[in-house]
């Protein structure tokens, strides 16, 4: 662990880690639910002394991370595999595609980095319990992380979430509340939650460590590829918050002085849920108020991270699109039909957004390096893509039926 400071990404106010605990409390006053997050706070490293502690020959990610090692749960999360994928890259025009494959983490979902280091925090600060109003991923992550850990861990989700997420939520021991309405409701109803009955808030942006949590697969991809900067970073984007996160990683290292430039960050959602993507094309935010879409884990009216998210595209000169469920859908097929790899609707959707931007007179030059980030297993709804498989009957046992 290096020292840090929070500062609030709105008013820019320094405050010590112990000073606050969720957003800047002069910019927060004026955030009410139903609006993106105001005064997120930043984790500010001391860029120096990670400089001349930092050793790539002998990395020490400890450096980067903003709860001490001694709080860590006992659940290894993170260091999953990059994969070039030249199957899926020829077919794009790109000669050096990479995948991130998040979904090999322990609970299936990139979001346990997060759940991860905010566990960390609360084991730190004594508290016992951990909530977090969540789609699915982000409390299947929180459920699994705090069973490692011994902490309670208690889950608004909205009532349609996927079933598997669900089943390894309570399977993991959490105290599972469905809530009638959509995720913002559940969002809503969590912050009131710990307001009145306390334990650690664990949603997304809302905590700073959420933010903290998601850089780290932004670092791993840096190691990953020799320390060096990929040119494009694809990321699907819901509450905006992996988005942040991902870029964090790149600031951090720019500011240490261990890189030169930032990846370009592209940014997709689904056509419905598209409040970031038409914040960023316009600068007026407005909410998406019918945000249905088979990729669950980005269906937001209202995405926490907004502000951050338009900031991090625009400083990384990056974009954003959107895509349909159908593209989403064939992109789910098509990843894993290349390369092996299986992706839920939303993971799949970074990449029904890159084949959409390579269609187009957009696209990335075919020696950019590229990665795609896959943020969650496939296995956690199968549900989504079932309509569109065809599962071959039973034959009888003979060899001849399997001639025919
Ligand atoms: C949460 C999630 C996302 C979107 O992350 P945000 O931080 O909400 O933008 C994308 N894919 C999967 C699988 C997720 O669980
Ligand atoms: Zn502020």
């Not at 050793?55 to 260091?79: I, K, M, T, Y």
């Not at 409701?185 to 949590?213: K, W």
């Not at 699907?236 to 996160?245: A, F, N, Q």
């Not at 593209?327 to 029904?352: K, M, S, V, W, Y």
Request: proline share 6%; aromatic share 6%.
């Amino acid at each position: 662990m290096t020292a840090f400071t929070y500062r609030c990404t709105d008013c820019g106010r320094s405050y010590s880690r112990d000073e606050v605990r969720y957003l800047c409390p002069a910019c927060g006053a004026s955030y009410r639910p139903g609006i993106p997050l105001v005064g997120v706070l930043e984790a500010v490293f001391d860029a120096a002394a990670i400089r001349s502690a930092f050793d790539p020959r002998n990395p020490d990610w400890q450096l980067f991370c903003a709860v001490e090692r001694e709080f860590h749960p006992p659940l290894p999360v993170g260091n999953t595999p990059l994969v070039k994928v030249d199957r899926l890259g020829s077919e794009l025009g790109l000669s050096a595609l990479w995948v991130k494959n998040d979904g090999l983490n322990p609970s299936g979902s990139l979001k346990d980095r997060a759940s991860f280091l905010v566990a960390a925090e609360a084991l730190r600060l004594g508290e016992k319990r951990v909530v977090a109003a969540s789609t699915g991923n982000a409390a299947s992550a929180l459920a699994a992380v705090c069973a490692s850990a011994g902490l309670e861990a208690l889950i608004f989700v909205p009532e349609k979430a996927p079933r598997a997420k669900l089943v390894q939520m309570v399977l993991a021991g959490a105290t599972v509340v469905p809530v009638k309405g959509t995720y913002d409701d559940a969002f809503r109803l969590s912050l009131e939650y710990t307001a009145r009955r306390g334990g650690l808030n664990r949603n997304t942006a809302y905590h700073p460590l959420t933010i903290e949590g998601k850089k780290t697969a932004g670092l791993e991809i840096w190691a990953q590829l020799g320390y060096e900067v990929p040119d494009a970073i694809v990321v699907s984007v819901g509450d905006g918050v992996i988005l942040g996160g991902v870029h964090k990683a790149f600031v951090d290292l720019k500011r240490a002085g261990l890189v030169d430039r930032l990846p370009r960050l592209v940014g997709v959602q689904a056509e419905k849920s598209d409040a970031i993507h038409r914040y960023v094309e316009t600068g007026r935010y407005s909410d998406a108020p019918d945000p249905s879409t088979r990729a669950d884990s980005i269906s937001v009216v209202c995405p926490s991270n907004a502000h951050g998210a338009r900031r991090a595209v625009l400083e990384s000169q990056g974009l954003t699109l959107t895509v349909t469920d159908a593209e989403i859908l064939d992109a789910q097929a098509l990843l894993l039909a290349r390369t092996g790899i299986f992706a839920e609707p939303a993971g799949a959707a970074a990449l029904a957004g890159l084949a959409r931007l390579q269609a187009g007179p957009g696209r990335l030059a075919a020696g950019e390096r590229v990665v795609l980030l896959a943020t969650g297993h496939g296995l956690k709804d199968v549900e989504a893509p079932l309509s569109r498989v065809s599962i071959p009957s039973a034959i009888e046992p003979r060899l001849e039926a399997v001639r025919a």
